[in-house]
């Protein structure tokens, strides 16, 4: 892999990978007004294509007088971006015949069979159904099963209510209590929906990460650092930060609620990321940890088919398998703020149409609402990684992200 620019410095060789020289020198003064403008304190941003990479590290890790300025390798919380990570792991598990994808997963997880259904979403919690048939691993991969976010129900419906009281509601910190804990409290609760009927984001890829530790007989960490991440070389991916690495994590901001400025989310030299979670999820919350180029090598895996440097991970049909759209337009209709005009695969979004120079067809990969992102072009034969530390809590995203995809897609010379 040649490097055709890092933190903005450029190699004496002609443009390459099909891209433009002069295009990334511009992608570059743009995502530097985006820092220098308060959009972000800091950001790592790296395109990738046909063999070459270009790293752009600009800003800082936190917004200290003293602050560490940002660099290629500093460690991100990457949130929901472990969600395709869990997905392949699941799908190594399905080829080696240990996992079927229609079968249903009670005898993995006794705690999901038998469910009961909610007659209406918003409804009582006792005011339930009989499930039609059983959960299967198809169900958790492309979040059908009936659990999930109800972002689209009247606020403090029945299942909200009982979703919090539970300890079950999704945010950046996780569950307090241990994987068998958690899904005994989310047995306790009806489903939404019908399994395979509804596309509910993000708990499928918590249970989903619950099932593939029992079918290994791992816990999830161990299983994702021995089918991916030490194959791929990743070795700053994990669910924590060793001390010695805790110098290069970037300190997460949200938004002021007060002041609508930025303020330090959480502290990640106060103990917070020195070792491992309680809850080891497999949809984002506690984070994953990456840095940029870790998240290349995962997602170069998936953009030849499976194949790395070292071997293959995965077979190109089962990666075909998860860079399709599996979902009806019924199953996503009033799911738009997550999928947009695009649908879902197993573990990631799928791409639709070309209706901005930031989409593509057929483009896939995912978004981390801690402020990161990254997607994979086919078509373009194009990575693009974007990890920053601002919090996406507002409607809407730092104009950072759609100025990166932009320049990025500005940048193909050919």
């Known amino acids: 892999m040649s490097i055709l620019g890092e933190s903005g410095g450029m190699s004496a060789s002609a443009d390459g990978g099909g891209l433009s020289r002069a295009r990334l020198g511009r992608m570059r003064e743009i995502l530097a007004e985006g820092v220098e403008s308060g959009d972000v304190p800091g950001l790592v941003a790296l395109v990738h294509r046909r063999g070459e990479t270009h790293v752009e590290a600009l800003g800082t890790q936190s917004l200290d007088e003293d602050a560490p300025p940002m660099r290629p390798d500093t460690i991100f919380r990457i949130s929901s971006m472990i969600k395709p990570i869990t997905a392949v792991a699941a799908m190594t598990l399905v080829e080696e015949c240990r996992l079927r994808l229609d079968d249903p997963v009670d005898d993995l997880l006794p705690e999901l069979a ?31 099963l009936g659990y999930g976010a109800t972002f689209g129900l009247p606020e403090g419906c029945p299942i909200q209510r009982a979703t919090a009281e539970a300890g079950l509601e999704i945010g950046p910190d996780g569950p307090q209590v241990g994987a068998d804990e958690w899904l005994k409290r989310l047995g306790a609760l009806p489903l939404v929906h019908q399994p395979g009927t509804a596309w509910m984001y993000h708990t499928g890829a918590d249970v989903l990460g619950v099932l593939i530790a029992r079918a290994a007989g791992q816990p999830l960490a161990d299983v994702l650092r021995e089918r991916v991440f030490d194959p791929l070389g990743m070795r700053d991916t994990g669910f924590h930060v060793p001390a010695g690495k805790l110098g290069r994590m970037a300190v997460p901001y949200g938004t002021d609620p007060v002041t609508g400025g930025m303020a330090r989310s959480r502290e990640a030299r106060a103990g917070a990321w020195d070792r491992p979670p309680v809850f080891a999820s497999g949809g984002g919350g506690p984070s994953l940890l990456s840095t940029a ?11 030849d088919k499976g194949r790395y440097d070292g071997g293959r991970l995965l077979s190109r049909p089962a990666v075909e398998l998860m860079t399709t759209d599996h979902l009806t337009p019924g199953q996503k209709a009033g799911n738009e703020m997550f999928l947009g005009s695009g649908g879902w695969g197993f573990g990631l979004a799928v791409d639709a149409r070309r ?14 609402g801690l402020g990161t992102e990254a997607y994979a072009d086919p078509h373009e034969d194009l990575v693009g990684v974007l990890l920053t ?10 104009r950072v992200f759609q100025n990166f995809w932009t320049a990025a897609y500005a940048a193909i010379d050919d």
């Not at 038998?114 to 492309?142: F, K, M, N, Q, Y």
């Not at 209706?355 to 990969?365: I, K």
């Not at 530390?389 to 730092?398: E, G, H, L």
């Open 355 to 368: 209706d901005d120079l930031a989409f593509r067809p057929g483009r896939f990969g995912w978004t981390g």
């Open 389 to 398: 530390q601002r919090v996406f809590d507002s409607p809407v995203a730092p």
């Open 293 to 303: 180029g870790d998240y290349l090598a995962f997602s170069r895996m998936l953009l």
């Open 114 to 144: 038998d469910r009961r259904v909610l007659r209406r979403a918003d409804g009582p919690l006792d005011d339930t159904v009989p499930a039609e048939r059983a959960i299967t691993l198809r169900d958790l991969l492309t979040f059908r």
